[in-house]
């Protein structure tokens, strides 16, 4: 006989972490499911394109503006490739607004002076700003007109100022590093939303089915948390394979049907930028799930926890490298490129916007490992002992108490 | 096979188990009985390596232990509270929770296969574990427990949510297994089931060992080992039953008839004497007691 302690990895413990991850991955990734969900993605977007085009085409309407007094403009001078004017100084006020009413016309315009102008509508449209701009060029022509400049001294008054752009960075931001840094930001994204609605399925779910016991009679919790994190990343992963590929694939598309220029994304990737924004996306989508996994084990009833709300969390780092976008290089964003919870998203955008030193972008990954590693051994620790609580939730203080009593 | 010295748990001010020390011998049936709320699934879960013990210690057998640890691949665990992935076919059910415990997929497979055409499920091993009904379903978790051969296997509750005949099919292959080499643990409330498989019985009581043996053994600890059935021709007061010589214990049946427990050195006759000295006797048998009359004597007023 020997005496035992009742914790134990048992031989073969990264087989059996295989082996769930093999498990939770083929339980949620249906490849028939996956291609069902490519084909009605393509749908919609040919959906959404087409009403989309369909919307910019028929934007294309001419508005009809009686105009009722022209004052100081001269009529020929009112144009605008959006709006045709008419003249109506001829017809009676009140027949005008009746035709706006009815929708035969979409304003009546009066130039009361060079100052002054008036303009009846049905509602408050958009365009009407754009006939502001081109009223304010007639009256500033008008104005030139009566300070008798000559033709040369307006079109100088008028010019504007050349600003020559000198970049003094050596390399150049490029509009493919741009696409590529928002596009992998959200796939991580939608990677790590995946991951939080398998995690609770996959745990809770598990709880509530009372699966749990006999497997963790089988394998040690903490194989058992490493195999759902492992796994359900690799199905987060796998969705981002396969939505990247559909993305370049709608892009090559949409090149060879309108020729523009998406293909090219391919030549201009900066190879370093992609390895970064892979390793990123990675850990960034192993640290969420094992976050998700850790917060899973301490709910019982996902319908009624509290805690529910926590699995919102991972929206904050990309909000954060939203705001990486305007400032690159502030302290705080800079902090937060090297921060666990938010560098897999705001280092690739600032990698992208600015100049990153490596040591930087080396600190960043492996405080993002070192997390990585925390949060799966805290989601084991918390599973060990949550796993048999049925009917409440535990505390903080209960938490806190066998994370440090676990092994 | 596995031994326990002085076990405790308590969950928060309730002492679940206290100061167990049993053993199971390699190749037996042994069963864990109690009343609900007793220990046995504490206990259980502290063998599975589910839950620690507080105090005390779990010794295995050594070809049980690898590195100081405990073999899981030498268990196998029926839980209580079991389930299973509804929307899994059968078959892959059975290869996953297997192959947790065993490498060896091909043998596995092999195996559900055989298990699954015993239980007269091999033409549902595709199906969805959801399609089943609960006693087909209850057939899978148990093969699933016993899949992989274990040398040790813990069935908590095996008989529930079965009828008759396959209460009587799963105690069949209960003593199977056990003939087979794998050494069981057993706790469930059909006690006339396990009284028939088991070779050593503990009654546990608020945590603790009430009695631990043979059926044979624990009879003569607590009730008897003979029982006398007999019915009077008129009322006999509890009183006059209580003051009887020789009498361990007695019980009022139906109507006139009594179960009386005889003290083991007293005479068959004596004890018939006084009886018929108390009302005229109309019927008269004797019998070994019961599993399930001990189980009552020893935790009547305390089952909940």
């Known amino acids: 006989m020997n005496a035992v302690q009742q914790e134990q990895s048992e031989p073969g413990k990264a087989r059996a972490v295989l082996q769930v991850a093999k498990w939770e991955f083929n339980r949620f990734f249906k490849i028939k499911s996956m291609i069902s969900s490519v084909v009605w993605t ?225 030549l201009m990737i900066n190879p370093m930028l992609l390895i970064v924004f892979l390793s990123m996306s990675v850990l960034g989508v192993l640290m969420w799930n094992s976050f998700l996994a850790a917060v899973a084990a301490t709910i019982d009833d996902p319908n009624s926890s509290e805690r529910s709300a926590l699995m919102l969390l991972p929206t904050l780092p990309v909000l954060f490298a939203f705001f990486a976008l305007f400032h690159p290089d502030s302290t705080a964003i800079s902090i937060m490129g090297w921060f666990p919870l938010t560098s897999f998203a705001v280092m690739p955008a600032r990698m992208v916007l600015t100049e990153v030193a490596v040591w930087e972008v080396l600190v960043a990954l492996i405080l993002l490992v070192a997390v990585v590693w925390l949060f799966r051994r805290l989601a084991g620790r918390i599973f060990a002992f949550s796993m048999m609580i049925h009917g409440k939730e535990p505390g903080m203080k209960e938490m806190v108490h066998w994370f440090k009593r676990a092994e | 096979m596995i031994e326990l010295e002085s076990v405790c748990k308590s969950y928060q001010r309730v002492k679940a188990v206290d100061a167990l020390s049993f053993s199971v011998k390699e190749g037996e049936i042994f069963a864990l009985l109690g009343p609900n709320g007793a220990g046995k699934t504490t206990c259980i879960r502290m063998i599975m390596q589910i839950i620690q013990p507080d105090e005390g210690l779990i010794r295995f057998d050594d070809r049980m232990v690898y590195n100081g640890k405990v073999r899981r691949s030498r268990l196998g665990y029926l839980p209580e509270e079991r389930g299973l992935y509804p929307d899994t076919p059968v078959l892959d059910t059975l290869l996953y929770l297997g192959g947790l415990r065993h490498s060896d997929q091909k043998g596995l497979k092999q195996n559900a296969l055989e298990w699954l055409k015993r239980f007269g499920l091999l033409d549902r091993r595709k199906d969805k574990i959801s399609t089943l009904s609960k006693g087909n379903q209850q057939k899978v978790q148990f093969i699933a427990s016993v899949l992989h051969r274990p040398d040790f296997a813990v069935l908590d509750e095996p008989f529930s949510g079965f009828d008759p005949i396959n209460q009587e099919m799963i105690s069949d292959v209960i003593r199977e297994l056990r003939n087979n080499g794998t050494t069981i643990l057993l706790s469930a409330h059909q006690m006339q089931l396990v009284e028939r498989i088991a070779d050593r019985i503990l009654l546990l009581d608020s945590g603790r060992e009430r009695v631990c043996g043979t059926l044979q053994e624990i009879r003569a600890k607590t009730i008897s080992n003979r029982k006398i059935s007999v019915r009077f021709e008129e009322e006999v007061s509890i009183d006059k039953m209580k003051n009887l010589k020789g009498v361990r214990d007695s019980s009022n049946q139906e109507g006139n008839s009594w179960d009386v427990y005889p003290e083991e050195q007293f005479e068959l006759n004596q004890i018939l004497k006084q009886l018929s000295e108390l009302a005229p006797i109309t019927d008269v048998n004797t019998s070994e007691s019961g599993l399930h009359e001990i189980f009552l004597h020893s935790f009547n007023n305390k089952s909940n």
């Open chain 1, 42 to 266: 393509l749908v919609f977007m040919v959906i959404g394109g087409g009403v989309g085009y369909w919307l910019a085409a028929s934007s294309d309407e001419t508005f009809q503006i009686a105009v009722v007094d022209y004052g100081p403009i001269h009529q020929d001078s009112l144009y605008h490739e959006t709006a045709q004017f008419h003249n109506r100084t001829e017809v009676p006020f009140d027949s005008l607004l009746a035709s706006l009413q009815q929708r035969e016309i979409h304003a009546v315009l009066s130039v009361d002076s060079p100052d002054e102008a008036r303009i009846w509508t049905q509602g408050e449209p958009g365009w009407v700003q754009v006939l502001q701009l081109r009223l304010d060029e007639l009256r500033s022509d008008f104005k030139i007109r009566q300070y008798d400049l000559t033709e040369e001294a307006h079109a100088d008054i008028i010019a504007p100022m050349a600003l020559e752009r000198i970049n003094t960075r050596e390399t150049v931001v490029s509009r493919a590093d741009k696409v590529l840094a928002g596009v992998a930001i959200s796939l991580v994204l939608m990677a790590v939303f995946l991951g939080f609605a398998y995690q609770f399925t996959a745990i809770t779910g598990e709880k509530q089915q009372r699966i749990t016991e006999q497997i963790v009679s089988a394998i040690h919790p903490q194989a058992w948390i490493d195999g759902k994190i492992l796994g359900i990343s690799a199905i987060g992963l796998a969705n981002i394979l396969v939505y990247g590929i559909l993305g370049l694939f709608v892009s090559m598309m949409l090149y060879l049907v309108f020729g523009t220029v998406f293909p090219n994304v391919l």
